[in-house]
């Protein structure tokens, strides 16, 4: 078993009025259906109720970006997780999806200035992405709704400290 180098904040609380939104691409659905389940319960676990977790799917990966940026720009959420799996073939198509949709949730990041978290696996095949999706290597969806979290607190202490202003 591989040690979790996600170590959370000592005693991080989920921020009572934050609200979340989880994209998720159901292309290659078995391995990503569980990174959604690992989030889901992460918030369970952090105090999150459930309405306060808006969950939409996409087709695959490369529609990450777009939901992630519609999501974003409405204002409504305090982090965007996008959850997804992108499973090397025998073709550059691995290359293309991988690097566009990370630069791409990145960009809408910046642009929006809503954290929008990386919860998409780029590995060489099933089994390594289902490593990371429950398996040995633990669950990335866990990982990036508590990295949502994260963010959410150190939103809240940046406006706390007059740095930049609270989001409603």
Same mark, same amino acid.
């Given at each position: 078993?591989?040690?979790?180098?996600?170590?959370?904040?000592?005693?991080?609380?989920?921020?009572?009025?934050?609200?979340?939104?989880?994209?998720?691409?159901?292309?290659n659905q078995q391995v990503? $259906?569980?990174?959604?389940? #690992?989030?889901?319960?992460?918030?369970?676990?952090?105090?999150?109720? #459930?309405? $306060?977790?808006?969950?939409?799917e996409v087709p695959g990966?490369?529609? @990450?970006?777009?939901?992630?940026?519609?999501?974003?720009? $409405?204002?409504?959420?305090?982090?965007?997780?996008?959850?997804?799996?992108?499973?090397?073939?025998?073709?550059?198509?691995?290359?293309?999806? $991988?690097?566009?949709?990370?630069? #791409?949730?990145?960009?809408?990041? @910046?642009?929006?200035?809503?954290?929008?978290?990386?919860?998409?696996?780029?590995?060489?095949?099933?089994?390594?992405?289902?490593?990371?999706?429950?398996?040995?290597?633990?669950?990335?969806?866990?990982?990036?709704?508590?990295t949502a979290i994260e963010?959410?607190?150190?939103?809240?202490?940046?406006?706390?400290? #007059?740095?930049?202003?609270?989001?409603?």
């Amino acid at each position: 078993m591989s040690v979790d180098r996600n170590q959370p904040l000592v005693g991080v609380e989920a921020p009572s009025s934050a609200q979340f939104a989880i994209v998720w691409s159901r292309f290659n659905q078995q391995v990503v $259906s569980k990174l959604l389940e #690992g989030a889901k319960t992460c918030f369970s676990e952090y105090g999150v109720p #459930g309405e $306060s977790v808006y969950i939409v799917e996409v087709p695959g990966a490369w529609e @990450l970006p777009y939901a992630a940026q519609q999501l974003a720009r $409405s204002k409504r959420f305090d982090a965007v997780v996008a959850l997804g799996a992108i499973i090397r073939g025998g073709t550059p198509h691995f290359e293309y999806v $991988s690097e566009g949709t990370a630069l #791409g949730l990145g960009r809408v990041t @910046l642009d929006t200035g809503i954290p929008v978290v990386f919860g998409v696996l780029t590995t060489d095949d099933e089994t390594q992405a289902l490593d990371r999706a429950g398996g040995v290597h633990g669950n990335k969806g866990r990982d990036a709704a508590l990295t949502a979290i994260e963010m959410a607190v150190f939103d809240r202490k940046l406006a706390d400290d #007059g740095i930049t202003t609270q989001r409603s």
